[in-house]
T-cell receptor, first 110, second 114 residues
Framework: DAKTTQPNSMESNEEEPVHLPCNHS???????IHWYRQLPSQGPEYVIH???SNVNNRMASLAIAEDRKSSTLILHRATLRDAAVYYC???????????FGAGTRLTVKP | DTAVSQTPKYLVTQMGNDKSIKCEQN?????MYWYKQDSKKFLKIMFS???????INETVPNRFSPKSPDKAHLNLHINSLELGDSAVYFC?????????????FGEGSWLTVV
């Protein structure tokens, strides 16, 4: 399985942008980059995914490096409700099932 | 309407008992999963079913047996419960097993074995 590396934890102030990094240096050309998050006491929820181009949706933006060996999840204005564990996951053609790493615990300070 | 629902949400039981957790999805998806999140918060896939057929069976003790009566349901039976089975169990579903399919998770079932 391709692996991802994320910081264990990050802090942000409310109303400020947050950039959550993810390294995936062994990514293959057909791997999709997915981001999920898990709010306290809830199941994981989908945030965004991409392959090569940057992606935007109502929740976040995903910036993918040109060599695809890293990506950054961008929350444009963090709110207290964005405090969660954020998981960066690669999904490949051989193993399509979601396999989670340790993720990044985001704390948002008021 | 809850897309993926699990029951019970909380379960406290004694060692050696047999228990079941039920899961239902109303999204019309073909694939369902069970994940386990232990005390260290690592989420691990246990089983994956596609159209009622077992696809993934990770190295899970055979005391754990999933049962899928139809595409919309995937129940988890656990026999002879042990202390180490205490965890949060998440059911999930997706349209298929493709690389872009979004996986929808239930809210979890908190199992405590005493």
């Amino acid at each position: 399985d391709a692996k991802t590396t994320q910081p264990n934890s990050m802090e942000s102030n409310e109303e400020e942008p947050v950039h959550l990094p993810c390294n995936h240096s062994t990514i293959s050309g057909t791997d999709y980059i997915h981001w999920y998050r898990q709010l306290p006491s809830q199941g994981p929820e989908y945030v965004i995914h991409g392959l090569t181009s940057n992606v935007n949706n109502r929740m976040a933006s995903l910036a993918i490096a040109e060599d695809r060996k890293s990506s950054t999840l961008i929350l444009h204005r963090a709110t207290l409700r964005d405090a969660a564990v954020y998981y960066c996951i690669l999904r490949d053609r051989f193993n399509n099932d979601m396999r989670f790493g340790a993720g990044t615990r985001l704390t948002v300070k008021p | 309407d809850t897309a993926v629902s699990q029951t019970p949400k909380y379960l406290v039981t004694q060692m050696g008992n047999d228990k079941s957790i039920k899961c239902e999805q109303n999204l019309g998806h073909d694939t369902m999963y069970w994940y386990k999140q232990d005390s260290k918060k690592f989420l691990k896939i246990m089983f994956s079913y596609n159209n009622k057929e077992l696809i993934i069976n990770e190295t899970v003790p055979n005391r754990f047996s999933p049962k899928s009566p139809d595409k919309a349901h995937l129940n988890l039976h656990i026999n002879s419960l042990e202390l180490g089975d205490s965890a949060v169990y998440f059911c999930a579903s997706s349209q298929d097993r493709g690389r872009v399919d979004t996986i929808y998770f239930g809210e979890g079932s908190w199992l405590t074995v005493v």
